[in-house]
């Protein structure tokens, strides 16, 4: 009797183990996902703030002014919810990229310093916003693994952690790529 009661104890000591370090992983995943969104949202309000400056350096154009400073206003009382942080951010991203193509339109202002200086640190700033999201779609992406794993998913259902959403943006100084007709060069058949 003796074996088979130390057996018992064993496999309860070493399950109990497991659920101690599988919930703390858990609660260590969702950690580091609340700190790398402190580190996009760091560098998104960077972002954010080197706006009024941009505009300033193209002041002529009142209506791309107003439709930004429309977005910065939307923003400022803005959810703290991801999904809603994305959509808001995209618009910004939309609205900048529509500043920066107006600015591609006269040399003269695409050739001054203090535009070339804002535009450098729109592109810094923008690399930042980028590496941020990959610290935390790289922390999303094992935070979710761990909750459909098994047996850990049974720990993820009995204390409520869901699946997080990954961050994506489209940034403003993201080029998209020109589209290629193929039928255009010399002895393609389509």
Known sequence: MQPIFILFFFVLLASIAWFINAFNRFIKYKNRIEETWS???????????????????????????????????????????????????????KSLRGLLALAEAYPDLKATANFLDLQNSLSEIEEDIQKARNRYNNTVGRFNTLIESFPANFIARKFGFKKQNYFTLDLATQRELPEVEFSAFPGSKT
């Open 39 to 93: 580190g996009i949202d760091v560098a998104l309000r960077r972002r954010f703030n080197l706006i009024p400056n941009l505009i300033r350096a193209i002041e002529r154009y009142e209506e791309h002014e107003a439709k930004i400073f429309q977005t910065k206003n939307d923003y400022l009382a803005g959810s703290p919810d991801i999904s809603n942080r994305v959509e808001e951010e995209t618009q910004i991203s």
